[in-house]
């Protein structure tokens, strides 16, 4: 079993193997790697998994929270990177003691373990003269207090005795994109380093655009010993200094407590976030890890998914769930899940299509509650659609491509490489299908739960005004006699500018089609026909989105549909060599010729049609389309493989679907 490896200070609290994901001996070259595989989140915030003993070379420090984002110098609002509170630092005679310090580090192990959400370490470190220190290590972020994070060390001198040093560190230094110089920025202006009257300290800090507040405070509690605090302040750092007498072989156990509150919590972040630190210094280390497991082994009574005869890809499985369970706050409709969930700074930690499409039906199924936040999300923030829609010229709602704290579009309109080359970035103008993926998804979730509250109130509301936006955004072509729409963007993000799109241009009739229906049915209700006086929509124009959708440009005649206006007239490539794990490699030709003059696609785009809508074509169709597309999409989006995997198993492609799961 993995859990030998430690000792019982530990291994007590630790699974069967089945649960365990493991990081078996220390590689500094792979330390990013695992900070980021071992990140735990509460569903209020987000840690990356850095050793808190510090002197580590390459780290990425991070804590971030739902809901607090700033832009400043940066090209979008994103995530902040917090003060970072995991830090407790071990000194003898003033040499540190941590994994890369020292002479040799033996016998290391850390493990995530996905079914009590704890992170545990082991390891001996040898110092340069011979000593040897045994360290282990506890931690995880409450679910019973989701703004809280503990962490407990088990401290063994093997072979010496004498007095041991401790810092118990805030860093209020910490910036985003701390290992892009070119990126770099802060987002937190410290305000305030201080301590608390019944001992612990703490850092006030607010973003820099909109001056919301976040306190970060910490405490220690030392087992058994006595000890003298002092607390320090060096510019943007917040101590406690502490040390402890010890003999050889006798093991330290030192706790650390931790507590954020963010402004849009409460509205004394310093006052709330002493009370909770002291809440669970008081109930003690031992109690809030009960109850923590607790929560957990409820949630994955819910959630669990066992795979017969293949452990790998159950464990897989597991480990997904496990972060994407995590992530969501279950008590705000204000926030949503980035691309990155909250456990990195890219994309800015921004909602796209992924949540609705991709993200939303896993919680409508297991967790419906969060799925209620999820839709609520957009609805709340339809004000920004609607500015949102202005700002391109055209009426109703368009949701962004990318969608932070306010509902306006964060994504930039150009793009800064990492060598600091530009080039424009046309998503947030093309990709309007967005709307049409909060309006599909919302309305998976009314199917599945039957919540009338939200569908009459809410729903309705969102459905009316996006199709107002798509009858303004959909251009009437004499010659065809139909409606397109033009310079857009489908899911294949690789060919930009493009006319009647056929996914955009099927989920908007779709879309059309839907309003028409819903909004006919309930026109008498109460609820409805107030919401629709609110927006000023008549009964005519409720009947123009079946007019107008039923002449949406769709050329869905030829088993082969063509992806878009022109498709079938570039130079047609196909894909002939693929990695170890069966996934396409860049065909030599696209070095020569750029890309959107080619056949290759980036991802999933006429499949994805038949990936929603299935129903609507034979398994012919499917099969054909599947088969041709397959040989030109080279899968660089994590989005991608899904939904061949699915459409794949569909139309009897088994060997195929297995690859991309």
Known sequence: ????????????????????????????????????????????????????????????????????FDRSEAFQRELCNLPNFNILKIYYKTEPISVEYGAKTEDYIRVLDLKNGILAKH????????????????????????????????????????????ENIIDGSVTNFYD??????????????????????????????????????????????????QIKSHGEYAIEFFDCDFVENETLIIEKYSCVRNGNETDNTKLSSEKELEEIYVAGFENELEEHIMIYNEMWEMADIKIKGDPESEKAVKFEIFHLMSTPNPESSMTNIGAKMIHGEEYGGHAFWDTELFILPYFIWTFPKIAKNLVEYRYNLLDGARRNARKYGYKGARFPWESADTGDEECPDWTIEGDGTCYECVVAKQEIHVTSAVVYGGYQYYKVTEDKDYFYNKFLEILAE????????????????????????????????????????YIVKWHLNLANELLMNHMTNEIVKNMLNKINMSYEEVINFKKISEKIYLPLDDKIIEQFDGYFNLKDIEIYQWDKNNMPLLPKELKEIPREQTTINKQADVVMVMFLFPENFSEEVQRKNFDFYEKRTLQRSSLSPSIFSIVGNRVGSGDRAYDYF
């Open 466 to 505: 996006t199709s107002r936006y798509f009858i303004d955004r959909l251009e009437y072509s004499k010659e065809k006699d139909c409606y397109e729409l033009t310079n857009v963007m489908g899911p294949d993000e690789w060919h930009e500018n493009v006319s009647n799109n056929v996914y955009t241009n």
């Open 1 to 68: 079993m993995i859990r030998d490896r430690f000792s019982d200070n530990i291994k007590k609290y630790l699974s069967e193997d089945e649960w365990i994901v493991v990081e078996d001996g220390y590689n500094s070259l792979e330390n990013l790697n695992y900070e980021t595989i071992f990140a735990m989140a509460s569903g209020k915030m987000g840690l990356r998994a850095t050793h808190p003993e510090g002197w580590v070379k390459k780290t990425l420090p991070a804590n971030y929270m739902h809901g607090v």
């Open 180 to 229: 892009f110089p070119r990126f770099r920025v802060k987002h937190m202006n410290i305000k305030e380093v201080g301590k608390f009257s019944n001992n612990g300290i703490y850092i006030n800090s607010e973003t820099r655009d909109f001056k919301l507040q976040v306190t970060t405070s910490s405490k220690v509690k030392i087992i058994d010993k006595k000890t003298q605090f």
């Open 123 to 166: 390891y001996i470190n040898e110092s340069y003269d011979g000593r040897k220190t045994l360290v282990e290590t506890l931690q995880f972020l409450s679910r019973k207090h989701p703004n809280s994070g503990l962490l407990k060390y088990f401290i063994t001198p093997l072979n010496y005795s004498g007095k041991m040093e401790f």
